[in-house]
Nanobody, 122 residues
Framework: QLQASGGGLVQAGGSLTLSCAAS????????TAWFRQAPGKEREFVGG????????LIADSLKGRFTISRDNVENTVLLQMSSVTLEDTGVYYC?????????????????WGQGTQVTVSS
């Protein structure tokens, strides 16, 4: 129901935009978040957006480099990554939770995309 795309190989210091598209559900009634999992590490919260309120939340360690926005026409949620570092390498997942609240914990999300690989090279 969720399709994450836009991953790929990017040089350190560069930018990349990921997209999350939905089928079978409408983002207007969900909060959508991005999580990522680096090799050998647990999955972590990156950021999220509440479609109805337009509130956004970015993990403290990523503020200033990552932003989340929505595309009303395409019904997608975008994760814009800039000044990427090697530590941003990982699989990025989008997830949706019914309602307006953006949760940092995976347990509140019941719809998940398949993940898209982001690899940052030096």
């Amino acid at each position: 129901q969720l399709q994450a795309s836009g991953g790929g190989l990017v040089q350190a210091g560069g930018s990349l935009t990921l997209s999350c598209a939905a089928s079978g559900l409408t983002f207007t009634t969900y909060a959508t978040a991005w999580f990522r999992q680096a090799p050998g590490k647990e999955r972590e919260f990156v950021g999220g957006i509440s479609w109805r309120t337009s509130d956004t939340l970015i993990a403290d360690s990523l503020k200033g480099r990552f932003t989340i926005s929505r595309d009303n026409v395409e019904n997608t949620v975008l994760l814009q990554m800039s000044s990427v570092t090697l530590e941003d390498t990982g699989v990025y997942y989008c997830a949706a939770s019914r309602g307006v609240k953006i949760y940092k914990l995976e347990m509140y999300y019941d719809h998940w995309g398949q993940g898209t690989q982001v690899t940052v090279s030096s």
